[in-house]
Every structure is written in C-alpha cells, then in structure tokens.
Antibody, heavy 121, light 110 residues
Framework: QVQLQESGPGLVKPSQTLSLTCSVS??????????WTWIRQPPGKGLEWIGY???????YYSPSLWSRVSISIDTTMNRFSLELSPVTAADTAVYYCARRTYHTTGRFDTWGQGTLVTVAP | QSVLTQPPSASGTPGRSVSISCSGSSANIGNNPVSWYQHVPGTAPKLLMYAYNQRPAGVPDRFSASKSATSTSLAISGLRSEDEAHYYC???????????FGGGTELTVL
C-alpha cells in the first residue's frame, strides 16, 4: 500500500521560497498511471490544486500559481518536491501531497497527512 | 470563488439521507469525471467517489453519486455521526487546463 509523507520547514519568511518534499513508500513513483500532486488548504478555506508531475518530468500547474511554482521529481529517491516563490502570508496553508491516478479523467486516491506552512516574518 | 459550486453547509439526522450538490460547466463536469472527497479537519482527505459513481474499496454503499449535464450530487443514506466532515467535489477543467475543486460542504449530523 502506497504511503506519502510531507516534510519541510513549517515557517517561511515573506518573499522567500517555500520548499517541501513528499516521500513515497510502498510503491514506485515511476509508474505510468500516476501523477504526483500538491494540494493546499489555507486556514478556514477549501482545497486548492497546486499542480502535479508525471514520472517523466512533465508538469501541470494551476493557472493561478504557475508563475511562482515548480514541482520536480527524483525517481531514484522515490520522492517529489514543491517550490513556491516568492511567498506571502496568503500562502499560509496546510500542504498535502497526493497521488492522482490518470490525468484529466483521474482522482486523488492516496494522500499524505499534510504539513502546515506558515508565512511570517 | 470556486469554479465548482457547492452549498457551504448541509445537515441531517442519524439514519436519514442527505444530498450535496456540485455545479459546474461543460468545461469541467460536463466533459470530465467528477471525484468526491471526505475531509475531517486534522486528517488526510479521503477519496469517496470517482468516475461519477465508483466507490474505492472500503467505502460503504451508503455513499452514491448521480450526474446531470453540468452538475453532480453526492448522496449519503443511513447517516451516521462519523459522516460529519467536509465534502469536496473535483474535476479537470478543459478551459483552465487544471483540476478545480468545489468550495466544500460542511456536513453536520444533528
């Protein structure tokens, strides 16, 4: 059974770079049907899709975040990462990594527990 | 303002049924499968339904979904206290070229 675990700093200063990693266990990240995803939830708000990456490195980003976001994948370490820069207080959120099965017709079938990132001086 | 529209809240009594709507457009629900997620704050969201009305293993058949042209609904029958959660719909949007979520519906079991 695949499991995902987020890691990274819980506090980031405004204008700096938010960096998170999602470690995948119980299965290979280099599979043809899956897209490795970042989703966030600001306090008191709903879920927001950030983007996802295929094992080949092909990426898909939210139109509202694409200019500030980068998702990368390391198939040798079985993990993928998120960078968001520059950040503001509006980027404070719980960040989840998830696995999406299939692209446009897909679903997020496995989720990490989430990690809170606060943007503050 | 979410691309997919859900009511902010819903409620029902134990044993009864409740329905949560998700309204979109031809660019998303009208052309791509919808998935539903159950989220208890402080925990990981859980896939509840996909491809409009398919349930992952372990999701009871008390949960079902239906679809019309550009909207879909999640129905929960035999409500239980453990069904109290936030529920989100999601779909690929062909115009935005990305995944869109509904704003979420908070379900209260009275």
């Amino acid at each position: 059974q695949v499991q995902l675990q987020e890691s990274g700093p819980g506090l980031v200063k405004p204008s700096q770079t938010l960096s998170l990693t999602c470690s995948v266990s119980g299965g290979s990240i280099a599979t043809g049907d899956h897209y490795w995803t970042w989703i966030r939830q600001p306090p008191g708000k709903g879920l927001e899709w950030i983007g996802y990456i295929y094992y080949s490195g092909r990426t898909y980003y939210s139109p509202s975040l694409w200019s500030r976001v980068s998702i990368s994948i390391d198939t040798t370490m079985n993990r993928f990462s998120l960078e968001l820069s520059p950040v503001t207080a509006a980027d404070t959120a719980v960040y989840y990594c998830a696995r999406r099965t299939y692209h446009t017709t897909g679903r997020f079938d496995t989720w990490g527990q989430g990690t809170l990132v606060t943007v503050a001086p | 303002q979410s691309v997919l529209t859900q009511p902010p809240s819903a409620s029902g009594t134990p044993g009864r049924s409740v329905s949560i709507s998700c309204s979109g457009s031809s660019a998303n629900i009208g052309n791509n499968p919808v998935s539903w997620y159950q989220h208890v704050p402080g925990t990981a969201p859980k896939l509840l339904m996909y491809a409009y009305n398919q349930r992952p293993a372990g999701v009871p058949d008390r949960f079902s979904a239906s679809k019309s042209a550009t909207s879909t609904s999640l129905a929960i029958s035999g409500l239980r206290s453990e069904d109290e959660a936030h529920y989100y719909c999601a779909a690929w949007d062909d115009s935005l070229n990305g995944v869109v979520f509904g704003g979420g519906t908070e379900l209260t079991v009275l």
